[in-house]
């Protein structure tokens, strides 16, 4: 999952280098915590949210396949 988030993320900022992304599991949940620089963060969440929204749609076709439960937090 957090390999899905880094490659879709580094895609879209102008710093990749700046693109993390920390992996929690709580209660069979998987927390996906993404941090890119301050000026990219608007790249990443997209007018409206529809970029986020996009990335949390994919992140959760790939948990059904693995039977988990995944979520997305954007944090600048």
């Given at each position: 999952?957090?390999?899905?988030?880094?490659?879709?993320?580094?895609?879209?900022?102008?710093?990749?280098?700046?693109?993390?992304?920390?992996?929690?599991?709580?209660?069979?949940?998987?927390?996906?915590?993404?941090?890119?620089?301050?000026?990219?963060?608007?790249?990443?969440?997209?007018?409206q949210g529809r970029v986020a929204q996009a990335i949390?749609?994919?992140l959760k076709a790939a948990a059904m396949k693995e039977?988990?439960?995944?979520?997305?937090?954007?944090?600048?």
């Open positions: 999952m957090k390999e899905i988030v880094i490659t879709i993320a580094k895609a879209l900022v102008d710093y990749p280098d700046e693109v993390h992304v920390t992996e929690r599991d709580e209660d069979g949940t998987i927390l996906l915590e993404l941090r890119v620089a301050e000026s990219d963060m608007g790249k990443v969440i997209g007018k949390r749609t994919v039977n988990c439960r995944v979520m997305l937090e954007i944090v600048g």
